[in-house]
């Protein structure tokens, strides 16, 4: 039999689908799962996204430009000035979903073996977009205790090393919900000048900042014009993850000329997923007015509830829809396992993501669990019940 690559081979499974198996089997035996593993919202499209959609005037579905519609570029810079960031239609491309725009930022920066500077935990793909492009990960450890700030920025330093090639970053993160302030940009704008590095931003929970917050996108630093690259998507904004439709933004411009040949060798970002896109930039502002109250009562319900488990702690988020929680037990991954095959309360069962797979430091995460607070409270409240009574009698709960 013909062998796999070593790419392939080495190719991490993701540790959020990785127990979807299980899920399946429960849900063929008539129980009802709770996901919170997984980042699909259930807050609904835009209607304007729709309407876009019914209404097309097309005979044949055609390619777009590599780079993407230019009526679609066009109205997202106008977007961006909007939000802060001045750029024009040339420095930004349409990518199939925010995935595609961080493989082609470590395509067009990255060479094989370089490495990225990366703050764990991690959103698990980052390091199978590394993988798939043969570029090294070197985490920068973060922990629970301290809501996941960021470490010293001497810890940073200490990481680079001459393969080190750029920082990247999730603002706000994913998965822990940690909203880098302004100040701490600064800092890593100055470590990023002096050592010629590149800044690489996911910024595509934008929207989902809590307690008054204010998110800063990369793009507002002065300085960091040939060193900035912003990754931004429409699958959580507009609630659209299908739609596969994210932006590489950046001012250097070689940077979108060489993402761009890349670009072009798969020819195209999805036409239909486009024109939806396009017309959601018409979305009325109370929308997300409505879907920032609701995702606040979400965090303070399950953060509230999860933290009056005995044994259980998790941090207060300030954006995206995630928290990352310790449980009082041996192995979360033997007990997200557990709980989809072998507990059942009242017929139903949840479905957490272990926290290991955010981490490449062997050992970290082993008793952390990520949540994705994407169902409404009240099926909030049923996936917590069966997870406290779940807790209570695992075999392998550790003694509080």
Known sequence: MPVISNRGTQMPASPIRRLVPYAEEAKKNGVKVYHLNIGQPDIQTPEVAFEAMHHLDMKVVEYSHSAGNESYRNKLAVYYREMGVD??????MITTGGSEAISLSFLSCLDIDDEVIV????????YGFASSTSINVVPLTSDIDSSFALP?????????????KAIFICNPNNPTGYLYSREELEKLKEIVLKYDLYLICDEVYREFCYDGARHTSIMELEGLED??????????????CGLRI??????????????LKFAQARLSPPSLGQIAAEASLETPLDYFKAVNVEYNKRRNFLVDELNR???????MPKGAFYTVAKLPVDDADKF???????????????MM?????????????????????????????????VLRKALEVYPGRMTI
């Open 246 to 259: 994210g932006m590489l933004v950046s001012r250097n411009p070689n940077i979108i000329a060489t993402a």
């Open 336 to 350: 997200c396992q557990w709980v989809l095959s072998d507990f059942r309360y009242e017929n139903q069962t949840v």
């Open 152 to 164: 010293s920025f001497s810890e940073i330093e200490k990481l680079i090393t001459p393969r080190t």
């Open 309 to 315: 488990i005995p044994g259980v702690f998790t941090p």
């Open 227 to 240: 060193h900035a690259i912003m990754i931004d998507s429409v699958s959580k904004r507009y609630s659209e």
């Open 119 to 126: 703050p764990e935990p991690f959103y698990a793909n980052y």
């Open 87 to 92: 750029i024009n239609p040339n420095q930004l």
């Open 353 to 385: 993501a272990p926290a290991s797979g955010f981490y490449i430091t062997p050992g970290k995460g082993k008793n952390e669990v990520r949540l994705a607070y994407v169902l409404n409270v009240k099926d909030l409240t049923k996936a917590l019940v």
